[in-house]
């Protein structure tokens, strides 16, 4: 095990060293700023370079295409781990779970969720991709979008009510979608799960259809339009931490 860690923390220092000459540099002038033996540098070169870590153009080494995702991988990892602290913030700010869910691809994605034992979120008993037309954070999305990319959405996952108070088809969704103020908050009880209470608010997030939203239990409903206010007064502030989330 200690000459695997120490093999990679030799390649880690070679790719470092590459990555500081943006045209390029010899397995030489690497291996001295990586402070490795020639040999050493050479054999690990031929494998970074094998791998895609790294590539040669012209005698010299740059950084490969593998060494890019690897680096955009750990961006994505920060922002949302950047994004996680932002909901639990304001998981404590409202009293309630929160959650953050964007339109992406043709599809409905939660984000993050924040809750605690105390403040459970709402457990997904029947996908929440599919059953948008059902709980707050769907209905509030669907609502930010163009009637052919509603239209599209209901192809693949059709209005069919799943509590009795689900709403009961297309035509009786896209009315209550209709009536629905710009940029209003989304109110739904006990439509996707018997107990609880959820309201959704859209988010401005360039060009895709993103949401906030809070649950409750349903004999908590008194407090559901305080708390969502609370979250509301706060959307300018997660703008700035959450709105980069798009690209995750």
């Not at 020639?38 to 040669?56: N, S």
């Amino acid at each position: 095990m200690p000459t695997l860690i120490g093999s990679v923390q030799r390649a880690l220092r070679l790719l470092e060293a590459a990555g500081a000459h943006s045209e390029g540099a010899p397995a030489k002038q690497l291996a001295r700023e990586a402070g490795l033996p020639l040999p050493t540098a050479y054999h690990l070169l031929r494998t970074l370079t094998h791998e895609g870590y790294l590539r040669r153009e012209s005698g010299v080494f740059l950084l490969g295409d593998a060494a890019g995702r690897l680096a955009g991988g750990g961006l994505q990892q920060k922002r949302r781990i950047m994004i996680l602290d932002s909901l639990a913030h304001f998981r404590e700010v409202v009293g309630a779970p929160v959650y953050f869910a964007v339109f992406r691809a043709g599809e409905i994605e939660v984000v993050g969720v924040s809750d605690t034992p105390e403040m459970p979120a709402v457990r997904e008993w029947a996908d929440f991709r599919a059953t948008g037309h059902a709980h707050a954070i769907g209905q509030c999305l669907l609502a930010q979008l163009d009637e052919q990319t509603r239209r599209d959405y209901y192809a693949r996952h059709p209005v069919e009510a799943i509590t009795p108070y689900t709403v009961r088809d297309l035509r009786a969704l896209e009315q209550r979608i209709a009536a629905m103020g710009r940029m209003q908050p989304v109110i739904e009880r006990q439509e996707y799960v018997l107990g609880s209470v959820c309201a959704a608010i859209p988010i401005t997030a360039g060009d895709t259809a993103a949401t906030m939203a809070i649950s409750l239990p349903l004999d908590q409903q008194d407090r559901l339009l305080y708390v969502v206010d609370r979250l509301r007064s706060e959307v300018g502030a997660l703008l700035s931490s959450l709105s980069f989330s798009i690209s995750i």
